[in-house]
Nanobody
Framework: VQLQASGGGLVQPGGSLRLSCAVS????????MGWYRQAPGKQRELVAR???????NYADSVKGRFTISRDNAKNTVYLQMNSLKPDDTAVYYC???????????????WGQGTQVTVSS
């Protein structure tokens, strides 16, 4: 199982970016999917997560600006980021809880990270 994130880059304050993360490989099902970020010198923090059939969670700092969504047919999770601020600068990681083939429990998988830089 692999998670491939894309969509990061350099954007001016107030701009927008859309991150994507596709899950590939053989597995039984994907339960939760989400995005985390880690700024230099800081701990990795939750940005947003979208559990299967459950309530979406957002960090307070991104509520009203970011939107997480998932396309189950494509095994992909998206993060639409609007009104970006310099404080949003970080490496963004996608995360998925996946039940492998032949297993009954879910495991946490991480993507490789994509850099988002908000600067004028």
């Amino acid at each position: 199982v692999q998670l491939q994130a894309s969509g990061g880059g350099l954007v001016q304050p107030g701009g927008s970016l859309r991150l994507s993360c596709a899950v590939s490989g053989t597995f039984f099902s994907i339960t939760g999917m989400g995005w985390y970020r880690q700024a230099p010198g800081k701990q990795r923090e939750l940005v947003a997560r979208i559990p299967e059939g459950a309530i979406i969670n957002y960090a307070d700092s991104v509520k009203g600006r970011f939107t997480i969504s998932r396309d189950n047919a494509k095994n992909t999770v998206y993060l639409q980021m609007n009104s970006l601020k310099p404080d949003d600068t970080a490496v963004y990681y996608c995360n998925a809880f996946i039940i492998p083939q032949g297993k009954r429990v879910e495991y946490s998988y991480w993507g490789q990270g994509t850099q988002v830089t908000v600067s004028s």
